[in-house]
């Protein structure tokens, strides 16, 4: 068996040379609208905008940073710019049912007008009422009316008059009304006087007055019953009045509102009650100066009666051009399905239909809401107000208080208003498999998934798009144009965002950020366009910013108080490689891997899982191990094996496999007690067939093994292995590669676990023959004698367990012994 050879420079890094790229500057790109290499993204958008059967709404998935918001942004705005301008909607007044305000649907930019149509026909009542009130026709009808109501008011009174006049009687007003006494040459008698009179005649004079008294009552009876009639003609005559002023206006808006029906019933609603309300208008007093007593009249000032007849402007298109493209930053149950407002007098709550407010669902109807699907879930009930919509097809403007039974309180109920919007959510993937599996109603509002690319294809002819690209972010920013250098460096690093030597980062965000850093050095340095180096810095900067826990980690390794070694050879010990996150940086960290071996049962105890440090995929990687153990060097007899395993000065979780092959070899070099060398480093995953496999964040953990050997002093053979199915993802820094190219640093690609023990053992490992023996002064024959010695002593234990227990048992081992 051939041992590995080491990489050289070239494969360790993936150049994009300037001289590919054919343009001096960015600013002689055409400007790309949509980004390269999401086309099938691009299908599922227009696919899902162009459909308009219910429940194809669209989940646009994607990772963080891959600027989703905006390219669905982009798109929809692109596209709704040719569709229709949906309807404006408007709220008026109920005259029948006042806490039910109608919805009343007009075609784009009518709602502005009829809004204002009846504004200038409420400021014209305002005014021609009053005046009508005021002139002297009115005036003069009006003193007829009253002059008539007094006349036949005293007409019954004068007729008792007259009556008592001939039986010498006076009708006499005194302050608590009216009474009778006798006279005589038209001088009233005092007392004393009518006390002298014959009794006859006072009997006659006292049952005159009695019968005229019946009489005058019967006259003052008359009066409510005249007033009342000179009530209704007074209303008459102010009816007529409204009718002769507000009729030619009225009658100019139904012409001009014709074709909209709902229109016209309005102003015929509107005319009637200002009709029948028309007494506001003249101060609200009846002919004799109290309050106006007309059963079920409306005591409202004219303002408030005047409000009435407004119209509340829900949805204005008015300056839209196409179809509506919203996105919604807050949204919660009031700000997608409309409110309705409140104002307070006097320490209470009231509201009218003008106070009714709409949401983002009714501006997107007939286009697209753009929702941020995280922040939708996490607002109280806005996810099951969204369905509900979605559903019903229409919105109904209720408060959570009132839509859940909360409170009972009076409040309007606004005519629902029917709703079409194509609604857009944004979200990860992890939200949208969520929702896939524990929302029944999710699957049939949202039939079309648009994935976003993680990332694109990088070849040559891909360089021009994604410079367009590159080109048409730093337009959008106003940044300053970038050379070929900066954007072959550009493309580089998003190589290196990738973890892919033939992949691209898909990441718009990154890459815009990484841009607006660098401009910000080329302003620094006077420069009038984005260099190499401009992009250089920004990338380093970026990453010093976040380098202090790197720092520290590097300081407790040279310090010894983290024990990585990196020089001599150690039995049952290997540098592995792990990965830290904090925020967007990342960093590789080795960490020492020790392992023990005795006869046993058969058991790999796992430290970490048993400490429960161990998520579940690195306690499979310690079975898979187990079990390649027991299928390579026993065969079909019982592995006798008491092994252990532990990451020393791990104080914090271990997650994944990518340490399965540094395992393994610290375990074998326990069995075999051959020492391992440790100026190498190894990372990645092995299956139960001893094959290498890829691992994540490979670029990171080669350069964290380089800056500490790079710390410990001079380098001289120390390296790296990875699987070979990684090399392709191979995006090393500069000083790593040039370590590489001077053959001070190496990188060893791996296929076997054999391969990791030629390097680490530094002795062929031998391959098994026909028989499975291994050859003699090889490393497999080492451990395969160690574990036969572990399995012998095992048997001989059982033997002397038994016979201490009385019992002769014959084993079938020691038979063939």
């Not at 009231?350 to 949401?359: H, N, Q, V």
């Not at 959570?400 to 309180?409: A, D, I, M, Q």
């Not at 199915?725 to 590669?737: A, P, T, Y």
Request: a negative charge; aromatic letters at 6%.
């Amino acid at each position: 068996m051939t041992r590995p050879t080491p990489l050289d420079a070239e494969r360790t890094y993936h150049r994009c040379p300037p001289e590919q790229l054919e343009f001096d500057t960015t600013e002689e790109l055409e400007e790309l609208e949509l980004p390269c290499g999401q086309d099938r993204l691009l299908r599922a958008l227009e696919f899902g905008a162009g459909m308009r059967s219910a429940g194809f709404n669209l989940f646009v998935l994607g990772p963080e940073g891959s600027d989703r918001h905006d390219l669905v942004r982009r798109f929809l705005a692109r596209r709704a710019a040719s569709e229709a301008v949906p309807p404006d909607w408007c709220h008026v007044f109920n005259f029948d049912r006042p806490e039910r305000p109608h919805a009343i649907r007009l075609p784009a930019g009518e709602g502005r007008q009829l809004r204002d149509d009846l504004e200038n026909l409420v400021e014209e009542m305002r005014t021609s009422i009053p005046a009508a009130f005021e002139s002297d026709e009115y005036q003069g009808r009006l003193r007829e009316l009253q002059e008539e109501m007094s006349e036949r008011q005293n007409e019954g009174v004068r007729e008792v008059q007259e009556e008592a006049n001939k039986h010498d009687i006076e009708l006499v007003s005194t302050p608590s009304g009216f009474t009778f006494a006798p006279v005589r040459d038209g001088e009233v008698l005092d007392p004393e006087e009518y006390e002298k009179l014959p009794e006859e005649e006072r009997e006659r004079i006292e049952q005159k007055a009695e019968e005229l008294q019946k009489q005058l009552q019967q006259a003052i009876q008359q009066v409510p019953r005249l007033r009342k009639e000179l009530r209704e003609k007074v209303h008459s005559l102010n009816e007529e009045m409204v009718q002769l002023t507000l009729g030619d206006p009225i009658h100019d808006l139904k012409e001009k509102w014709a074709h909209l029906p709902r229109v016209v019933q309005q102003l015929d609603a509107i005319h009637g009650h200002v009709v029948e309300h028309a007494e506001i208008f003249r101060g609200g007093h009846d002919e004799q100066g109290g309050q106006d007593g007309q059963s079920g009249q409306d005591h409202a000032p004219p303002d408030a009666l005047l409000a009435r007849f407004r119209a509340n402007l829900l949805v204005d298109h008015a300056e839209t051009e196409g179809a509506p493209v919203i996105y919604e930053d807050l949204p919660n149950h009031q700000h997608l399905t409309g409110q309705i407002e409140h104002h307070v007098h006097n320490g209470a709550l009231y509201t009218d239909f003008s106070l009714i407010r709409a949401g983002a669902l009714h501006h997107a109807s007939g286009g697209y809401l753009i929702l941020d699907a995280r922040r939708v879930l996490m607002q109280p009930m806005a996810w099951d107000s969204l369905k509900r919509v979605l559903f019903s097809g229409e919105i109904r403007i209720e408060s959570l208080e009132r839509l859940y039974g909360l409170v009972s309180t009076v409040s309007l109920e606004p005519e629902p208003v029917p709703v079409s919007p194509k609604v857009v959510l944004v979200g990860d993937r992890l939200l949208y498999y969520l929702l896939s599996h524990y929302d029944p109603d999710f699957a049939e509002l949202f039939k079309v998934e648009a994935d976003f690319e993680d990332d694109l294809e990088r070849d040559e002819a891909g360089y021009a798009l994604y410079a367009r690209m590159l080109a048409s972010m730093a337009r959008r920013d106003e940044l300053r144009p970038l050379d070929r250098g900066a954007v072959a460096r550009t493309i580089e690093h998003a190589s290196r965002l990738a973890g892919d030597q033939t992949r691209l980062t898909a990441h718009d965000r990154t890459l815009r950020d990484l841009l607006m850093e660098a401009d910000h050095w080329a302003r620094q340095a006077e420069a009038g366009t984005i260099g190499a180096a401009h992009i250089e810095r920004a990338i380093e900067e970026r990453i010093e910013r976040s380098a202090r826990v790197q720092r520290r980690s590097l300081e407790q390794i040279r310090r010894g108080t983290v024990m990585i070694a990196t020089e001599g050879r150690q039995t049952a010990q290997v540098n592995g490689l792990s990965v830290m996150q904090l925020g967007s940086h990342l960093f590789g960290r080795p960490l020492r891997i020790t392992a023990t071996a005795r006869p046993g049962k058969g058991q790999v105890i796992d430290i970490e899982r048993e400490a429960r440090l161990a998520g579940p995929i690195h306690s499979k990687s310690v079975m898979i191990l187990s079990r390649f153990l027991a299928s390579r060097y026993t065969g079909d007899a019982e592995l006798s094996l008491s092994a252990s395993l532990a990451f020393e000065q791990s104080y914090g979780g271990i997650e994944g496999d990518s340490a399965s092959v540094a395992e393994i070899c610290a375990l074998l070099s326990a069995i075999a007690r051959v020492p391992l060398k440790q100026a190498l480093a190894v990372t990645g995953s092995v299956n139960q067939h001893g094959e290498v496999q890829a691992v994540g964040g490979v670029n990171e953990k080669i350069e964290g093994f380089f800056d500490v050997c790079r710390e410990a002093g001079e380098m001289n053979g120390h390296g790296v292995l990875i699987p070979a199915s990684n090399v392709e993802h191979l995006m090393l820094r500069r000083d790593v590669r040039e370590a590489v190219a001077a053959g001070h640093f190496r990188v060893y690609p791996l296929r076997t676990v054999d391969d990791a023990v030629a390097l680490l053992a530094d002795m062929p490992p031998g391959e098994a023959d026909a028989d499975g023996e291994f050859p003699a002064e090889s490393f497999n024959r080492a451990v395969a004698d160690r574990l036969a010695t572990f399995a012998r002593l095992a048997r001989h234990r059982r033997h002397d367990d038994a016979g201490a227990e009385g019992a002769e048992p014959v084993s079938r081992d020691e038979d063939d012994d």
